[in-house]
Structures are given as C-alpha cells and as structure tokens.
C-alpha cells in the first residue's frame, strides 16, 4: 500500500527516505487534493483483469501501453537515465505508472514548493497529472518494473523546470487553485 510523507532537504543519496524529523505523512485524499496526484490499488499478478484498471482504461482511453524495468542491469545508459528521471520536470500529459515487481518514488511539489515523496510498490497505480513538477527515483532495493499507460502515441518529453509559461502548467495552476475538485476520480 502506498505512502506518502513530506522530504526533508537533505542532499544525502536520493534513494534514502529522507524524512522530516518527525515524519510528517500525508494521506492520500489529501496528496490528491493538494497536488491532484491520483491513486488506485491494482492487483498485479492479474492486472489484466483487474476491474479498477480495465475501467480506468476504458474511461481515460489509455490506448498504449508498455513495460519498464528499472534496475542496473536492465536499463541502458542507467546512470544517465537515473540522473535524468530525477531531474525536475514536467509533462504535457498525465504520467501513468502500474507497479507489476520491485519500488520506487515519485516525488512531487505542493502548492507551497515542498517535496512531498510518494512510495510506491507491486500492485500500486499512480497517475502525475500533466503540468505538475515532478521526479522520480529508485529506492535502496535499485529494482522496479512498471506498466506505462498512454492516450494514443506515448510522448515521454520531459521538460525541466522552468517551464511555468507552457500551457500545460497554467492549466495545472488553475486546477491546484480549485483544488481539483472538478475532476472525477474512476
Ligand atoms: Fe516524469
């Protein structure tokens, strides 16, 4: 099951939790409503069957998809990507990610510039809504394997901060200011 909790600003390796002291977790309602960030727990030994995620599908036409393994031996180019992945950025659409094996964490920026780090594992389905300052990194165990999901062709282009004059992140913005209560979770 997912958790969520706001970083300290260490600068110790990234794939540490880096916790405040104390921990300040955050629930996922509230991650949702502060960030618009979307959660959905899928059983990933039959995700293909999975009713959340077939409807979820259907109703968002997520018309692509793949897999990703994260891991060394893997990965081509894996320090370079790492690096890349962590890098502050953002997307013109959603960044729709299906734990299948292994972890990581999506880290994404409140309303207030924090860093709260999201923790994913098998079975968990997060969706980065378009617009928002994001990144990603492995956790200690260096091993995840996710699904992608896309709307039509997949477009992975990140766009590293700053990008606050895109359409995309205004869009956000004003999405963040109406705390996301206009949009409908499946
Ligand atoms: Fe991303």
Redesign the pocket.
Known sequence: MVKAWFMDNETTDQRLEHHRNPPEFIEIDELFKKTGVEYFLIDADNYQNDKVLVDLRQKRNYTYEDEITCSEKCLPDYANKLKS?FTE???TDE?IRLVLDGSGYFDVRDDKENWIRIAVSKGDLII?PAGIY???TLDANNYVKAKRYFVGEPVWL?YNRPADDMDCRKEYLKHQSEAFAHLNKV
């Open positions: 992945f950025h953002l997307h960044e980065i994001h990144r990603f990140p």
